[in-house]
């Protein structure tokens, strides 16, 4: 019998209610359901999570790494879009 | 009314040898498991039973004197264990492992959610109201999996058949109740477990047609682990569990 094996899904896990959902790894699993229950067991058994998100790995479009220099690049001398050059209240706390 | 401890010690055997024996059986999947979500899937169940048979056994020997939960657990002879027929049955393939677990929880849970709400024993009372949601959880996962085995590949339906048919004469065994049980229940601190029989099957039936697996007719149910009379596989699991404890005694680690 030919052993196929089920499609890969990437897990997203909210460990706290406000915080967002965060990138936790990757399984197999046959459908969504599995998925769920899956991600379930392998990530959230040492009380990690409140919510999962699951999606099928073929469903993200990743960037190529190969592109990283025209995608990436460019951004690192143009540190004048970062709002640095504010001088900032003493009032204003945690920016 | 309260019961004696020797036999609210037998209870609590009663409840806590279950979980052992299940625990112990899921807990040689460890590593072995079909594939690796379902192996972990499976050992949390196990680290789950174990928990609450630690629980059970903690209250056991507080009816003793002089006893650890650990002499409850490892330092018995096999007659004195009062676990169910189903739960010591083997790991055969990936279909007896989840029916065996399937017909386990739908008893397990409805236990669980009786004694969370009506024992008349605290301590009971409180283990229960933990192992209700861990119960709960496992139930969800077996019946999902006898859907899709069930309804599956032609391969699994048949393995699944299969386990079906040769796990249902055990399965009659939850309703008949051993001397402790019925002390319990009368004593109001367990239930009546023949009441449970009629939704037990309800249940199981309606998700066997769902799951397209025939519902067996074999009308000849097996009996006696509660009384401590095993099958042949329980002296094997026995030597494994206990092992270290034999090997030396009162070991911790």
């Not at chain 2, 065994?173 to 109001?188: D, I």
Request: proline share 4%; aromatic share 12%.
């Amino acid at each position: 019998m030919e052993k196929k094996n089920w499609p890969l899904w990437e897990v997203f896990v909210r460990s706290k209610n406000g915080l967002e959902h965060r990138h936790f790894g990757s399984l197999h699993a046959a459908d969504a359901t599995m998925a769920l229950e899956n991600a379930r067991d392998v990530y959230t058994r040492r009380n990690e999570g409140v919510s999962i998100w699951v999606v099928e790995s073929k469903h993200i479009t990743a960037s190529n790494p190969e592109n990283h220099g025209e995608l990436f690049e460019p951004a690192q001398d143009k540190v004048y879009r970062h709002p640095t050059f504010y001088k900032l209240p003493d009032e204003v706390k945690h920016m | 009314m309260a019961m004696e401890k020797q036999s609210l010690y037998a209870y609590m055997l009663t409840l806590g040898d279950n979980a052992l024996i299940l625990g112990q059986r899921l807990g040689e999947l460890c590593g072995h498991g079909p594939s690796l979500e379902t192996d972990i899937a499976l050992t949390n169940i196990a680290l789950d039973l174990l928990g609450q048979t630690r629980s059970c056994f903690q209250y056991a020997a507080a009816q003793l004197e002089g006893k650890s939960e650990d002499d409850v657990a490892f330092s018995r002879k096999e007659n004195q264990y009062t676990n169910v027929l189903l739960v010591e049955q083997p790991n055969t393939d990936f279909a007896y492992v989840i029916t065996r677990q399937y017909f386990f929880d739908v008893y397990h849970l409805m236990l669980m959610e009786w004694l969370a709400v009506n024992s008349a024993d605290e301590t009971i009372k409180a283990i229960a109201s933990k192992a209700v949601k861990e119960a709960r959880y496992h139930r969800r996962f077996s019946s999902d999996w006898m859907l899709r085995l069930g309804d599956g590949t032609s391969e699994s339906h048949q393995r699944v058949v299969q386990a079906v048919e040769d796990l249902w004469p055990y399965t009659q065994e939850f309703f008949v109740p051993s001397e402790a049980e019925t002390l319990a229940a009368q004593a109001g601190i367990g239930p009546e477990l023949s009441s449970f029989k009629e939704h037990y099957y309800n249940d199981v039936v309606s998700l066997l047609q769902k799951a397209t697996i025939a519902v067996p007719e074999n009308p000849y149910f097996q009996k006696g682990g509660k009384q401590g009379v095993h099958t042949e596989h329980m002296g094997y699991l026995l030597a494994d569990l206990q092992y270290m404890q034999r090997t030396y005694p009162n070991m911790t680690w």
